[in-house]
T-cell receptor, first 113, second 117 residues
């Protein structure tokens, strides 16, 4: 089944404790992206990647890191999480960047205490 | 500045009634336009999209949307709402440059749809 998977789905952590949220797609998509969803703000893009080893900042990259060493994986790293990073995070992928449909993962709900 | 606005935060309709969700954008050219639906606790599912051509676009689950260039709008419609349509709906825009997309979607704030029996 074609899908985007994220792990973990739920995470409670404390300020300053490094964490990684994994994202994997099995559709051989070139393009991958991370969004965060906050009430009243819709989804905002954090980082995106057009292909392996090619990443760039979105609208709200502060406090986040990403890497794209393999085509299928695009982990989101929070080196020192803070409470304002409490949010719902979505990973998405698409075949290319040419306006293709983006397929979203199920989301990761993060609470930083 | 490029922006996407969904003016209605929350809409309530009765089952069987018609529905229109509004989406407006601010941009000097024609972007790529999308509508996504998010059911409670779920990810986002694409309902329909517009890139070019016919300005009335048909999607899944009986939804359609009409692109109106003069109004910079891409409103979502459904003639008869079902209880299972209750969800949050997001308009998303790809502000491509000369037809070249950089893959970034800008989302509206979302509209929560409640359906009364």
């Amino acid at each position: 089944e074609a899908q985007v998977t994220q792990n973990p789905r739920y995470l409670i952590t404390v300020t300053g404790k490094k964490l990684t949220v994994t994202c994997s797609q099995n559709m051989n998509h070139e393009y991958m992206s991370w969004y965060r969803q906050d009430p009243g703000l819709g989804l905002r893009q954090i980082y995106y990647s057009m292909n392996v080893e090619v990443t760039d900042k979105g609208d709200v990259p502060e406090g986040y890191k990403v890497s794209r060493k393999e085509k299928r994986n695009f982990p989101l790293i929070l080196e020192s999480p803070s409470p304002n990073q409490t949010s719902l995070y979505f990973c998405a992928s698409s075949l290319s960047v040419r306006g293709e449909t983006q397929y979203f993962g199920p989301g990761t709900r993060l609470l930083v205490l | 500045a490029q922006s996407v606005t969904q003016p209605d935060i929350h809409i309530t309709v009765s089952e069987g009634a018609s529905l229109e969700l509004r989406c407006n954008y601010s941009y000097g050219a024609t972007p790529y336009l999308f509508w996504y639906v998010q059911s409670p606790g779920q990810g986002l599912q694409l309902l329909l999209k517009y890139f070019s051509g016919d300005t009335l676009v048909q999607g899944i689950k009986g939804f359609e949307a009409e692109f109106k260039r003069s109004q910079s709008s891409f409103n979502l419609r459904k003639p008869s709402v079902h209880w299972s349509d209750a969800a949050e709906y997001f308009c998303a825009v790809d502000f491509n440059v000369g037809g070249t997309s950089y893959g970034k979607l800008t989302f509206g704030q979302g509209t929560i749809l409640t359906v009364h029996p």
